[in-house]
């Protein structure tokens, strides 16, 4: 490998930034190029959006950032575009989606080459979260021929009682930094299938990927005679959010981020009458009872703990180990940890790409020294990382940390590669111990035992909403329905019914006979 200085990287970085957007023919608003080696950005500045990669951890280019007003014009274009959007026969919709997917199948490399770029995913995870957009949009085609409402019987003769699914209007979608397309299309997919136009409001880490997509997006669109405001971009950071959050118009804000970020939306939508999908932190844990087979745990394990850095909503963040197995799993985790390669996402063998910035980093050597002051010890890992010709990114080595207790440092999500161990002795303990943070959103266990497994997957078992069993707690699939209890939201979304949340549900009684009997029997003279 060439040594290389920050600035030739970032200079090198910027050049396939550029290089990808003009193949997928996305239009980039007035870049205003940033100095290689200007320093480190956190994003959001007075001047606009530095987009920073975390791979040199320095502002690759800057773009304007959307201020109240831009907000306000793009709802108002949404709304404009649901309009027609709302009348297109919903099979008609889902042939601007399948045309959606072909164009993300033509481009997958050139996007998930952007996804590398601003979320630091390794180049097999971005690829694989560009295939779920394609997945999804598979889903969503098939949806729009099957969407459909029930019949019920009806208490009085000659009469329907029925129900339909009308589209909702425009969907606001707020999503995090470390699955900047994915979300997007979980929800677009669905909520253009069912007759909604879209605002997304994409992080302020990742604005190149979020106009990528959206431009392929606009170009399905365009070749169907569709107007492109059926779907927005507004880049932005918190107030952006704040401005569409707040917008009476916006019918559903589905928002993806930090418990934090949850607490400060759902009021405020609430408070207008609107609906919210919230998609927020997780804390998952593994269950690994004596029966477990652990050559399979180990691999599930090391890649739902140390994979994306640590940086899923459904990363693994506690494991559960009957103490008969401890040792032996937690030797066998410091080997696998000790041999995972940490380095340039884009390189050939790397599996453990940089955290999204030294705030991150930082963040977790605080939550380490925490742990230690708590009792734990760190097996393995938990140190930064210097990787060559990148001084401002924040690479680090995945922590294992053996702990006394479930402090609060536990019970907390620290976004970074941190697996804490805990040991039990019943499986009700192990329950107990799964079950007592204020996250609920992935779980697994590792079994062969089938009462082991059929109480963890019961209602007395884990109290979240994906429960697995003898696989991780991350790289769900787009069938089933996502996300999670507790301070984790209680939304979902993508597959299963989730579609229902993007419609509005009309129940109608359609009397055909020549008679006018009340429910319930009632007599009105
Ligand atoms: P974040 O909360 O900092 O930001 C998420 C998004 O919310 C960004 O677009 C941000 O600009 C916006 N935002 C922040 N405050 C806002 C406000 N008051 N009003 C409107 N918008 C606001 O999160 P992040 O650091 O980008 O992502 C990491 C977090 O996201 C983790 O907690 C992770 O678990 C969570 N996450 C959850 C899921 C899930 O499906 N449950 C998926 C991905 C990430």
Redesign the pocket.
């Known amino acids: 490998m060439t040594t290389q200085t920050s600035s030739t990287l970032t200079a090198e970085l910027r050049e396939a930034a550029l290089a990808a957007l003009r193949r997928i023919g996305a239009d980039v608003p007035s870049v205003e190029l940033v100095e290689a080696g200007s320093g480190v950005s956190t994003g959001s500045t007075s001047e606009g959006i530095d987009v920073v990669s975390p791979l040199s951890g320095e502002p690759l280019l800057r773009l304007p950032e959307a201020g109240a007003a831009d907000v306000d014009a793009a709802v108002t274009a949404a709304a404009e575009a649901f309009r027609t959007w709302r009348s297109v026969p919903g099979p008609v919709r889902g042939g601007v989606v399948r045309r959606l997917g072909e164009l993300l199948t033509e481009h997958k490399a050139d996007l998930a080459e952007l996804v590398t770029l601003e979320a630091g995913k390794i180049t097999s995870e971005a690829l694989g979260e560009v295939q779920e957009m394609i997945d999804v949009c598979d889903y969503a085609v098939g949806l729009s021929r099957s969407l459909g409402g029930r019949t019920m019987p009806s208490e009085r003769p000659g009469h329907r009682l029925m129900e339909q699914w009308h589209p909702l209007g425009v969907v606001g979608v ?6 900047p397309v994915a ?1 997007w299309s979980w929800n677009t997919a669905v909520a253009l299938v069912c007759g909604d136009t879209v605002v997304w ?5 990742t604005p190149l990927s979020a106009l990528a997509s959206n431009a392929l997006l606009r170009r399905a669109l365009a070749e169907a005679g569709f107007p492109e405001a059926v779907s927005q971009v507004v880049l ?3 107030e ?3 401005a ?2 707040a917008d009476r118009r916006v019918a559903l804000l589905s ?7 949850g607490r ?2 759902a009021p ?1 939508v609430a408070g207008r009458g609107g609906r919210y999908l919230l ?4 804390n998952n844990a593994a269950v690994v009872t004596p029966s477990a087979d652990l050559d399979l745990a180990v691999r599930g394990i090391v890649f739902a703990a140390a994979g994306t850095a640590g ?4 990363s693994l963040r506690r494991l559960v180990v009957h103490s008969s197995v401890v040792d032996d799993l937690v030797g066998r985790l410091e080997r696998a940890y000790a041999g995972l390669p940490v380095g340039d996402p884009r390189a050939d063998g790397t599996l453990v790409g940089p955290l ?1 910035d030294a705030a991150a980093r930082d963040r977790m050597l605080a939550a380490l020294q925490e742990a230690r002051a708590d009792g734990g010890t760190v097996v393995v890992g938990g140190a930064a990382v210097d990787v060559d010709g990148a001084p401002g990114a924040a690479y680090v080595s995945p922590a294992l940390v053996r702990m006394p207790a479930q402090t609060d440092v536990v019970r907390r ?1 620290t ?1 970074a590669p941190i697996l804490y161990v805990l040991t039990y002795d019943t499986l009700e303990e192990a329950i107990a111990l799964h079950n007592d943070v204020p996250q609920g ?1 992935s779980s697994a266990i590792f079994t062969l035992d089938v009462r082991e497994a059929e109480t963890f997957l019961s209602e007395a078992g884990s109290d979240c909403g994906i429960v697995n069993v003898n696989i991780g707690t991350s790289g769900a699939e787009i069938g089933g329905a ?3 209890e507790k301070s ?2 209680g939304g979902r ?1 993508s597959g299963s019914d989730s579609w229902k949340q993007y419609m509005r549900r009309v129940t109608n009684t359609v009397n055909y006979s020549t008679e006018l009997p009340l429910a319930q029997g009632v007599n009105f003279g």
């Open positions: 707020v999503s995090a930094f470390n699955f979300v409001k994409p992080s302020e880490k932005g950071a918190r952006a959010g704040e569409l959050v928002a993806t981020g930090s418990e934090r970020m400060q939306v405020v998609e927020l932190g997780g940086q899923r909503c459904t999204t999500e976004f959103l996502f996300g999670g984790t939201g979304e």
